[in-house]
């Protein structure tokens, strides 16, 4: 079983829908969530980090950490054509230096 | 603006000839990390520098390495590239140990 579990898709949703993407984790010591934006041949850009459980919003993104089911999500509302990209969930232990486990990619295609 | 420059940002190589891939960063940071990325698969993480403290990832193989001889720049260099060292080299900093992870644009190796 992998660390970081997150379907590959490709996800089409339309524009100004709102999509939800999320990842599934078996590392109970995982303390620290992120969230990166890859456009195509591009290196990942962070969207988003957050601490333990809880919600974090900013703009049109949300990300949610439920460490009780070891689940986290990533929402955009009022997705625009240019969210398409893959988007990719990371984390990593608390305490000094820890590798970061990376998600493999969720393809996002919004459809104009 | 500060930023994670990698050059070039593609490299075409012949099998077993030698290729340094080269990082830069304004950002000022004391770690930098250098990642494998393939097709439809998360980043690996191949090694990374704090300061001038080389770790190397225990599954790198010994056909990389890399060079830190100054803060600003990193370069990875494939001794005796294979077919299967075609991917996405991405560069990456953070401003110490356990902070968030500065992503350049990534270099294309082609292997011939």
């Known amino acids: 079983q992998k660390e970081v579990e997150q379907d590959p898709g490709p996800l089409s949703v339309p524009e100004g829908a709102i999509v939800s993407l999320n990842c599934t984790y078996s590392?109970?010591?995982?303390?620290?969530f992120m969230w990166y934006r890859q456009y195509s041949r591009k290196g990942p850009e962070l969207l988003m980090y957050?601490?333990?459980?809880g919600n974090k919003e900013d703009g049109r993104f949300t990300a949610q950490v439920d460490k009780s089911s070891k689940y986290i999500s990533l929402f955009i509302r009022d997705s625009q054509p240019s969210d398409s990209a893959t988007y990719l969930c990371?984390?990593?232990?608390?305490?000094?230096?820890?590798?970061?486990?990376f998600g493999i990619g969720t393809k996002l295609q919004v459809i104009p | 603006d500060a930023m994670v420059i990698q050059n070039p940002r593609y490299q075409v190589t012949q099998f077993g000839k030698p290729v340094t891939l080269s990082c830069s960063q304004t950002?000022?940071?004391?770690?930098m990390y250098w990642y494998q990325q393939k097709s439809s698969q998360a980043p690996k993480l191949l090694f990374h520098?704090?300061?001038?403290?080389?770790?190397n990832e225990a599954d790198t193989p010994d056909n990389f390495q890399s060079r830190r001889p100054n803060t600003s720049f990193c370069f990875l260099d494939i001794r005796s590239p294979g077919l299967g060292d075609a991917a996405m080299y991405l560069c990456?900093?953070?401003?110490?140990?356990?902070?968030?992870?500065?992503f350049g644009p990534g270099t294309r190796l082609t292997v011939l």
């Open positions: 990456a900093t953070s401003r110490d140990l356990g902070y968030e992870q500065f």
């Open positions: 590392n109970s010591a995982f303390q620290y």
């Open positions: 957050t601490y333990s459980s």
């Open positions: 990371a984390m990593k232990p608390s305490g000094g230096y820890q590798k970061v486990t």
């Open positions: 950002l000022n940071h004391n770690v």
């Open positions: 520098y704090y300061d001038k403290d080389f770790n």
